[in-house]
């Protein structure tokens, strides 16, 4: 790719748009009319309103889930890669989660008690994540409040350090932003009636001089990391990064949690793991349990000291820690089956090099059609950036986001049965990925940057 790479015409992005969505509208009557009754009774139609966030005139209804495998309202099947925006980043009710819930559910789904499978899971997860101490939460966000209370309980300090553009679920502590080097509140947040940044420090990161800075005061509690930024858009940590993150840290006294719920597609251990990071806690939210609502935070047996200090002093009372969902039976036989059959060595062996196949031919598409774009991958994860150089922080990622091309791209391929994450155009390659699924990818792909290039596809569309 030329560095002086010509920007993605609007005009065609503007006409691809139209288009897709007059052909979305043209195949998908069915979807359309339950559009126009779910309307009537849901907030933007949909009982989650992220799930208008397609580009599409209304929401595409699915009515079965299987592997990789998505069938719509319309009957039309669609190859997955975006498997719930990672909630079902091993595939749709795998076979083994899937026997696990028939079972589970012929003995009760929650007791507010522990089943013998609670013994069994906090070994996996010790063994899998290098941790000591778990707890199980609903979701993610739950798992990082849980994370941020207890790191404040332990230190004795108030405040928490978050990077912009991170993205931690929908914990209000983390909803903070930098506009053009000052904090504020996240633009959009909804109902937040506090200054969030009172108690949250936001920085850049890959910016050492601002951590030391933030950290010399001795008065943060908490760093709280995703250990690649993934939602807006991929940044990865520069060479040495991390080990700075952890150093100082220890060196102020800063508790550090690693949120893997986006990056575990690094490996079997997830990025922790494979890169050899040292985190006080560790959260993962939504892969766990197979498209079961879970997730879980492990800590240190350091933390875990200071957490029973804490503990043995603190006034009697409702902790404000946990619910009472959390850690059910439905879950700890959800998460055994994930832990025993899919998040192993094994899986990830078979599944990455796929992956590295899907990257290689997305650069090279990109390359073809001579876009100012590239590509990242985190293991099983890919991601489509709209620039030729990588971001290096939030700022950069957010500044390069080409929502409307992104939108043309991802909907173009919608139309030709791939389903890739509508938000920043991120792919997954789960353990069913095939190769054919792959390629019938990579030519919807070539097909859409044809179509904003201008030039003629590299290899066959997809079927129209």
């Known amino acids: 790719m030329s560095a002086n790479s010509p920007a993605v015409d609007p005009q065609r992005v503007t006409a691809l748009l139209a288009r897709e969505r007059s052909r979305f509208a043209e195949r998908t009557p069915k979807s359309h009319a339950l559009a126009e009754r779910t309307a009537k009774h849901w907030l933007n139609g949909v009982p989650m309103h992220w799930m208008v966030d397609w580009g599409t005139p209304y929401p595409l209804f699915v009515t079965e889930a299987r592997g990789v495998a998505l069938t719509d309202a319309d009957g039309h ?53 290098k941790l000591p101490y778990w707890q199980v939460t609903a979701t993610a966000s739950d798992a990082n409040r849980s994370v941020i209370r207890w790191a404040r309980a332990a230190t004795g300090r108030r405040k928490l350090l978050v990077f912009n553009g991170c993205y931690h679920g929908a914990v209000d502590d983390t909803f903070v932003a930098l506009e053009n080097g000052k904090p504020r509140n996240r633009p959009g947040l909804v109902g937040e009636v506090r200054d969030v940044t009172v108690d949250t420090v936001v920085i850049e990161f890959n910016d050492l001089t601002a951590l030391e800075a933030a950290l010399a005061n001795n008065d943060i509690a908490l760093v709280l990391a995703e250990p690649v930024m993934t939602n807006c858009g991929m940044v990865l940590p520069e060479d040495g990064y991390h080990d700075a993150l952890r150093s100082l840290t220890r060196k102020h006294g800063t508790l550090l949690c690693i949120d893997e719920t ?27 349990s197979g498209g079961v609502p879970a997730a879980i935070y492990g800590w240190s047996d350091a933390v875990d000291a200071r957490i029973k200090m804490y503990m043995a002093d603190r006034e009697g009372g409702y902790s404000g820690i946990g619910t009472t969902l959390s850690g059910s039976a439905l879950q700890l036989a959800c998460m055994r089956a994930v832990l025993e059959t899919i998040i192993t060595d094994e899986v990830y062996g078979r599944a990455l090099p796929l992956a590295e196949f899907l990257e290689r031919g997305i650069e090279t598409i990109i390359r073809h059609h001579d876009l100012p774009w590239h590509v990242v991958r985190v293991g099983l994860r890919a991601e489509i950036v709209s620039a030729a150089e990588h971001p290096r922080n939030g700022t950069q990622a957010l500044l390069f986001a080409h ?25 997954l390659v789960c353990p069913e990925t095939t190769e054919p699924d792959v390629a019938r990818l990579l030519n919807a792909l070539d097909g859409a940057m044809s179509e904003l290039s201008g030039k003629l596809p590299l290899r066959a569309t997809a079927t129209h």
């Not at 986006?262 to 892969?287: C, N, Q, R, W």
């Open 77 to 129: 099947s669609y190859v997955d890669f975006c498997l719930g925006d990672t909630g079902a980043m091993f595939g749709h009710s795998p076979p083994a989660v899937a026997d696990a819930i028939r079972r589970q559910a012929d003995r009760g789904l929650t007791t507010m008690l522990p089943s013998p499978d609670a013994a069994i899971v906090g070994e996996l997860l010790a063994q899998r994540f």
């Open 262 to 288: 986006h990056t575990i597609s690094s490996g079997a251990g997830g990025y922790t793991a494979t890169h050899g990071l040292e985190p006080d806690f560790f959260v993962m939210g939504k892969p766990i």
């Open 403 to 427: 929502s409307e091309a992104e939108h043309a791209l991802h909907l173009y391929c919608l139309n030709r049965g791939v389903v890739i994450t509508p938000f920043h155009n991120m792919m």
